[in-house]
């Protein structure tokens, strides 16, 4: 029995999960997410982050991303190693790729803001 | 001079909501900004996680902010951004707004005004720590302006005082930037934070909580050196005995956020001293005619989703505002309610769902929320757990009950204390 809070939503499940070796039960869930969150913790957590790369515009020295989809959670300083190596220096708009299939995972990094068109 | 329907106060998450939503009424619309850009403080909440309940994603802050400031240019709603309201003035049925900028000083009349103006931090002016002034003392607000907007990294090692979500989110932000998070002290006794900001931003990076805790004094002459961390007792009075030394360049405090209210404490509105916010209708008017409030100014939110809410609401009910003489029921409110918002109820025959939103003031197991007319029970509402850090909002049609003047109001929370 492992005690978990679901991360998916703000309501924040209290849950309980059980490995019963086959499969895992999941109990105190409100809805379909905290299971598939629960499951997900035990066998290959998952998270998203989100960061900032440089720029050489002086006014905005560095412009926020993210990735576009969750990464497993053990990549998340190899992940961040990559976005410090960029330096972005066109004007580009907000939803861009700015790194693609960041370190094969098939998950793109893309700019979350437009500071850089307005 | 040139005159306005509604005049919103604030390019935030909030100003903007109202102001599109005002628009959409067909009000004849002005937004005003200090800044130089509208979106607020979600400029720099880079991080994700914003936008579940109403766009049903997890979008970062500027991904959030981007919908409405794109809408609302759309929408061609006139705005100022750079500007300062310097003054407002009561006239007949209007106000008078003068505002200073590049132009110089200018006045605008309007109807009605939406004070959109959001939250302050609590600086370490208002907490209370011994030792010396050294610079690296920061909220955790300013350190994210530092690391997100300016690209600069404040800190190698810090302390963070107090679990505010905030501090949670810059201690992962400052972790993931290769900064040292020694560990977030709280003086009472659960994490003000959200439950899942203490999962994915301290226990996936194995930053220590520490709950009874506080700062005590500070060490360093021109930059900080170090702090003195104790332990506090259930009144949060530091223990003698338990001083432990914590060697840091930098201070972040979360230690929570104020609705800021110089305009509408200037307009002589009706404060409540549980929220530090105006008292407000269900129509999220305050009890100057006229003068509406929404966003974190009324009352601080955990979610930016809330905040949009309110400012659809609070644009809408401006929009449609016609000077008409309300009368309202107070709600009594619980002992165990922290607070609980609007305060009042416009008595009405039209039916509209009332948004109600409240926080208990402590953690309860198995909980109901009532509300009771002269005594008898119109609502309940039940609950697993209620926690102070997590709002909760309820919708309910207050004009199926008829209420009266007379009326007594009450609202109260019950439940197993944990």
């Known amino acids: ?118 | 001079m040139l005159n306005y329907d509604v005049i919103v106060i604030g390019g935030g998450p909030a100003g903007l909501a109202a102001a599109i939503s005002a628009k959409k009424q067909g009000a004849n619309v002005l937004l005003i900004e200090r800044e130089a850009r509208l979106g607020g403080i979600l400029k720099q909440c880079i991080h994700d996680g914003f936008g579940l309940l109403r766009f049903g994603e997890k979008l970062s802050g500027p991904e959030y902010a981007w919908r409405y400031v794109d809408e609302f240019h759309q929408r061609k709603i006139d705005f100022n951004v750079l500007t300062y309201v310097i003054g407002i003035e009561k006239l007949e049925h209007k106000y008078l707004i003068r505002v200073v900028n590049t132009k110089g000083v200018v006045e605008y009349t309007s109807k009605t005004i939406i004070l959109a103006t959001g939250c302050r931090e609590r600086t370490s002016k208002q907490v209370f720590i011994h030792g010396t002034r050294p610079s690296g003392v920061f909220t955790a607000g300013t350190a994210q302006a530092y690391t997100n907007i300016l690209g600069q990294l404040p800190t190698k090692k810090c302390v963070i005082l107090g679990s505010g979500d905030i501090g949670l989110i810059m201690a992962r932000r400052l972790t993931l930037e290769g900064a040292k998070v020694c560990g977030v002290y709280e003086a009472k006794a659960a994490p003000s934070g959200l439950t899942r900001n203490i999962m994915q931003c301290l226990n996936d990076f194995d930053i220590p909580l520490y709950l009874s805790h506080t700062v005590t004094r500070l060490y360093g002459e021109e930059r900080l050196q170090a702090v003195e961390i104790m332990k506090v007792d259930e009144s949060m009075v530091p223990i003698p005995g338990t001083e432990e030394i914590v060697e840091c360049d930098s201070l972040i405090l979360s230690v929570g956020l104020i609705p800021e209210n110089e305009l509408a404490e200037s307009l002589h509105v009706r404060m409540d001293s549980k929220t530090k916010g105006p008292v407000c209708d269900d129509d999220f008017m305050t009890s100057e005619p006229g003068i509406f409030i929404c966003g974190n100014a009324l009352h601080v939110n955990d979610l930016v989703d809330y905040v949009s809410e309110s400012g659809e609401l609070a644009g809408k009910a401006a929009a449609n505002y016609c000077y008409e003489s309300k009368e309202f029921v107070s709600f009594k409110i619980g002992k165990d309610l922290l607070y609980f918002v609007p305060q009042q109820i416009s008595i009405s025959q039209v039916s509209k769902p009332a948004t109600l939103y409240f926080r208990s003031s402590q953690v309860l197991k198995k909980a109901a929320v009532t509300i009771k007319v002269n005594g008898k029970q119109i609502f309940e509402k039940k609950y697993s757990y209620l926690k102070p850090p997590e709002m909760e909002t309820i919708k309910l049609d207050m004009s199926q009950f008829h209420l009266v003047k007379e009326d007594t109001l009450t609202v109260e929370v019950k439940g197993e204390k944990v």
């Open chain 1, 1 to 118: 029995m492992k005690e978990l809070v679901c991360i998916v939503c703000p309501n924040g499940c209290p849950m309980m999960i059980e490995d019963m070796g086959t499969s895992i039960k999941v109990s105190g869930n409100r809805c379909k997410r905290g299971e598939e969150f629960a499951v997900s913790e035990m066998k290959h957590p998952m998270r998203t982050i989100c960061s900032t790369v440089k720029t050489n515009f002086p006014k905005v020295p560095v412009l926020p991303v993210r990735v576009s989809e969750e990464i497993p959670k053990d990549k998340i300083f190899d992940v961040m190693r990559e976005i410090n190596k960029v330096v972005v220096t066109k004007p580009i708009s907000i939803g861009d790729v700015i790194i693609e299939n960041v370190l094969g995972l098939n998950v793109n990094i893309i700019a979350t803001s437009n500071i850089l068109k307005e």
